[in-house]
């Protein structure tokens, strides 16, 4: 069981993945943070992609991080992917070729997966500290 106690927040109303992972970003900060590394590198495979990889995000990202009530973090990442779509655009359009279809689904596995990565901890900061903004990199 995970203890839930960690913070002020009551908890318990969460599936335990979600208790797992709200307590395991309490205890260690942020992912930036040297704390949150360490204690991140100590965790088996296992729960290694718990913490840091949301699957639902990774395949339903943009579909996903609105149920989750994150819609501005979202609309960023949305951004960020239409952007990317825009400069390949303009490259193939300027050089008359398509780009190769390795990269091109590299580029989009990558997009799949900033998504991924960002759920987990942007729930935790809606959810727990009560922050909501537009970065979805944010500390």
């Known amino acids: 069981m995970v203890d839930v106690s ?6 318990s109303g969460y599936k335990p993945k979600w208790q797992e992972r709200f307590a395991f970003f309490e205890k260690n900060g942020d992912p930036f943070s040297p704390a949150f590394k360490a204690a991140f590198k100590a965790l088996p495979a296992g729960k290694r992609i718990l913490i840091n990889l949301n699957f639902i995000a990774f ?7 609105f ?14 992917a ?5 400069v390949l ?15 091109d689904t590299g ?16 729930y935790y900061l809606k959810e727990v500290k009560g922050r909501q903004g537009w970065n979805p990199f944010e500390k």
Do not use: Q
Request: glycine share 12%; hydrophobic share 55%; charged share 10%.
């Open 6 to 11: 960690l913070s002020k927040v009551d908890l």
């Open 59 to 65: 395949f339903f990202g943009p579909i996903y991080l």
């Open 67 to 80: 149920v989750l009530g994150l819609w501005k973090k979202n609309l960023s990442l949305l951004g960020i």
């Open 82 to 86: 239409i952007l990317v779509g825009v």
């Open 89 to 103: 655009g303009f490259y193939e359009g300027f050089t008359g070729h398509a780009l190769p279809r390795a990269i």
């Open 107 to 122: 580029v989009n596995v990558a997009l799949c997966v900033l998504w991924g990565m960002t759920a987990n901890y942007a």
